[in-house]
């Protein structure tokens, strides 16, 4: 079994967007700086395996703390731009399995919980309480994976696997941009190989 934890810091750079806008006198710059954006990071898990090696499992958890986040929004005419979410917060649990069944035979799965949020605090603007983009709260999968030798030249390798992943945001916003809607619903998905 083996236990670890971490603490760790990180920083993107400052961002001076440089873009232009209308006005009555005509075509003006626009510029807008975008403090640093700073991360504090916390993990603490555990990863082991039974002795013969026929289990092997895996459990963490984290923390991210953002201080200044740094998102890409557009603006009424579609044009990107850089801006400050304020503070935002990634805490989740994973979790793995692996068990062999038989010396040809295994079985996997895994889990995991993801709360990304930019806080829910007015001090945040419109995007308080909106979920990361492309970060969904649950996903899964587990499954059978098949390994076999049927001679000297030919292997057998077979699988059935089951995933699961909950909604997920395309944009910061988590609102319909120009009446499309940004989120893509829970997907489930079953293979056999």
């Known amino acids: 079994v083996n236990l670890y ?21 005509g075509v003006v710059p626009r510029v807008n700086e975008v403090p640093a954006e700073t991360l504090w990071n916390y993990e603490a898990g ?11 499992y895996a459990l963490s958890v984290f923390s991210q703390d953002y201080q200044d986040f740094q998102v890409s929004l557009r603006d009424s005419a579609g044009n990107a731009y850089i801006a400050n979410a304020g503070q935002a917060k990634n805490t989740g649990v ?7 069944l038989t010396d040809w035979l295994q079985f996997f799965s895994n889990l995991a ?6 806080d829910d605090d007015s001090s945040n603007g419109n995007l308080a309480g909106k ?3 492309l970060q969904p709260e649950y996903t899964a999968g587990t ?21 699961f992943r909950s909604d997920i945001f395309f944009e910061e916003a988590n609102a319909p941009i120009a009446g499309f809607d940004i989120r893509q619903g829970a997907v489930q998905q079953t293979s056999i190989r």
Do not use: C, M, P
């Open 143 to 163: 499954g059978l994976l098949l390994a076999t030798d049927l001679s000297a030249d030919y292997q057998l390798h077979g699988s059935l696997v089951y995933a």
């Open 113 to 118: 919980w993801l709360d990304a949020k930019i």
């Open 5 to 25: 934890a971490t603490v760790s810091k990180g920083r993107r750079s400052e961002v001076v967007d440089v873009g232009s806008a209308n006005s009555a006198a």
């Open 94 to 100: 994973e979790a793995e399995l692996t068990v062999g």
């Open 46 to 56: 555990l990863k082991g395996s039974t002795a013969d090696n026929s289990v092997s």
């Open 131 to 133: 979920r990361f983009r």
